[in-house]
């Protein structure tokens, strides 16, 4: 059985899908599977469309590149992909085939299923993201609303009539079940830390603090996207709740949609204590990751069962606490309680957070067993090896329905 995966992302390019694809597309190749990759070209691409890379064969269509900052781009990046994209399966499924559609752009599923039942083949969807929620939960206005109306009903038959979904957890699987997904089509996969991730001594990081001036401070790193879909405006109460606190220096790695606006707000507070800094290459991501000595993660209420952030396995396998700040009734707030790798807080907790990162901060000794409680929950759930024996076995299923 060949397996086909489509997203607009994959090696070289860098964006969190194209790493995931790229880790389990070649994984799976390794271990004898025929793996084909249909995907954009990235910008300033200037080799053939066609090539085999690490064992998969990978097509690259011609899309547009504006740029994720003007809807209109956007869309029009979206757009061309699709027809892209669509117009290459017709031309390479085969009968038997399962074709995986991630979730970039976001109805890329429900383009692609027509064109796979069309060719006989099977359709699986790798959800990342649930649209048109989330776009519901941060714009919620009349355009958007109306959007989704004519755009959930034929998501929903794409989902329901297509071999399955895979999801990133229990939270997503209930979502997509509500909808009327049977559940024996629904398998949970949790998401990986990038590969070559290892616990890191703090010593790991000298050359990038001495580089950030950040020598004898204590870190509270936020490394990612700064999208919207992540409730960042909390962090920034907390570090002026501790401006008084001359060791606690909060960073912030990274670019999206929040950023103007963020190094704006800190500009107006003049929040000395707050230093932002450009993503870092996936080659210094060990070292990014080692520079925090806890690092955050949040989630704006209303999106615990539409995301799910993935940057969390980074974190863990490099031997960092966590601090959550989110809906407290959610699965990564469970997970990071019940794994005992660090703490989770509800937006509103301005005071409490503050606090724990006072304790934190003068506790070298908890922050050393939060971290190892982290490091094991990598080495037992959340490495590559674990989702590729996930997704080895849903195959055997998908193969067996041929």
């Given at each position: 059985m060949r397996?086909?995966?489509?997203?607009r992302?994959?090696?070289?390019d860098?964006?969190?899908?194209?790493?995931?694809?790229?880790?389990?597309a070649?994984?799976?190749?390794?271990?004898?599977?025929?793996v084909?990759?249909?995907?954009?070209?990235?910008?300033?691409?200037?080799?053939s469309?066609?090539?085999?890379?690490a064992?998969?064969?990978?097509?690259?269509?011609r899309?547009s590149?504006?740029g994720?900052?003007?809807?209109?781009g956007r869309?029009v990046?979206?757009?061309t992909f699709?027809?892209?994209a669509?117009?290459?399966?017709l031309?390479?499924?085969?009968?038997?085939?399962?074709v995986?559609?991630?979730?970039?752009?976001?109805?890329?599923?429900v383009?692609?299923?027509?064109?796979?039942?069309?060719?006989?083949?099977?359709?699986?969807h790798?959800v990342?993201?649930?649209?048109?929620?989330?776009?519901?939960?941060?714009?919620?206005?009349?355009?958007?609303?109306?959007?989704?109306?004519?755009v959930?009903?034929?998501?929903?038959?794409?989902?329901k009539?297509?071999a399955?979904c895979?999801?990133?957890?229990?939270?997503?699987?209930?979502?997509?079940?509500?909808?009327g997904v049977?559940?024996?089509?629904?398998?949970?996969?949790?998401?990986?830390a990038?590969?070559g991730?290892?616990?890191q001594p703090?010593a790991?990081a000298?050359q990038?603090r001495?580089?950030?001036?950040l020598?004898?401070r204590?870190?509270?790193?936020y490394?990612?996207?700064?999208g919207r879909?992540h409730?960042?405006?909390?962090?920034l109460a907390v570090?002026?709740?501790?401006h008084?606190?001359?060791?606690?220096?909060?960073?912030f790695?990274?670019?999206?949609a929040?950023?103007?606006?963020?190094?704006?707000a800190?500009?107006?507070?003049?929040?000395?204590n707050?230093?932002f800094?450009?993503?870092?290459?996936?080659?210094?991501?060990?070292?990014?990751?080692?520079?925090?000595?806890?690092?955050l993660?949040?989630?704006?209420?209303?999106?615990e069962?539409?995301?799910?952030?993935?940057?969390l396995y980074?974190?863990?396998?490099?031997?960092?606490?966590?601090?959550?700040?989110?809906?407290r009734?959610?699965e990564?707030?469970?997970?990071?309680?019940?794994?005992g790798?660090?703490?989770?807080?509800?937006?509103d907790e301005?005071a409490?957070i503050?606090?724990?990162?006072?304790?934190?901060?003068?506790n070298?000794?908890?922050?050393?067993e939060?971290?190892?409680?982290a490091?094991?929950f990598?080495?037992?759930a959340?490495r590559?090896?674990?989702a590729?024996?996930?997704w080895?076995?849903?195959?055997s299923r998908?193969?067996?329905?041929?």
């Amino acid at each position: 059985m060949r397996i086909i995966f489509i997203n607009r992302f994959y090696w070289p390019d860098e964006p969190a899908t194209a790493q995931l694809l790229t880790d389990l597309a070649e994984a799976l190749a390794a271990r004898g599977h025929d793996v084909t990759v249909i995907t954009s070209r990235p910008a300033g691409h200037s080799g053939s469309g066609a090539e085999t890379h690490a064992g998969v064969r990978v097509f690259r269509v011609r899309s547009s590149h504006r740029g994720p900052h003007q809807l209109v781009g956007r869309a029009v990046d979206f757009i061309t992909f699709l027809f892209g994209a669509c117009w290459r399966l017709l031309w390479t499924a085969h009968q038997g085939d399962l074709v995986v559609a991630m979730t970039d752009p976001p109805s890329l599923g429900v383009a692609v299923w027509p064109v796979a039942w069309v060719k006989r083949a099977r359709c699986l969807h790798w959800v990342q993201d649930i649209y048109p929620e989330v776009a519901l939960v941060l714009a919620p206005g009349p355009l958007i609303r109306a959007l989704g109306a004519v755009v959930r009903p034929g998501r929903n038959f794409a989902w329901k009539h297509s071999a399955g979904c895979v999801v990133l957890g229990r939270d997503m699987a209930d979502f997509i079940a509500q909808t009327g997904v049977s559940l024996q089509k629904i398998t949970v996969i949790p998401n990986w830390a990038p590969a070559g991730l290892e616990p890191q001594p703090r010593a790991a990081a000298d050359q990038l603090r001495a580089a950030w001036n950040l020598q004898g401070r204590f870190v509270v790193a936020y490394s990612g996207n700064l999208g919207r879909v992540h409730d960042l405006h909390p962090v920034l109460a907390v570090a002026k709740a501790l401006h008084d606190e001359p060791r606690i220096v909060f960073v912030f790695i990274g670019g999206g949609a929040q950023r103007a606006a963020l190094e704006n707000a800190v500009a107006a507070g003049r929040l000395t204590n707050v230093r932002f800094h450009a993503a870092q290459p996936r080659a210094e991501l060990a070292a990014t990751l080692a520079l925090g000595d806890v690092h955050l993660v949040t989630l704006r209420a209303g999106c615990e069962a539409l995301v799910f952030p993935s940057k969390l396995y980074g974190i863990a396998a490099v031997g960092r606490p966590v601090l959550f700040i989110g809906p407290r009734d959610c699965e990564l707030s469970r997970l990071i309680a019940g794994r005992g790798f660090g703490f989770a807080f509800p937006r509103d907790e301005t005071a409490a957070i503050a606090d724990r990162l006072r304790q934190l901060a003068v506790n070298p000794g908890l922050c050393a067993e939060l971290g190892g409680a982290a490091a094991e929950f990598s080495r037992v759930a959340g490495r590559l090896d674990h989702a590729v024996a996930l997704w080895s076995e849903r195959l055997s299923r998908e193969a067996a329905c041929r």
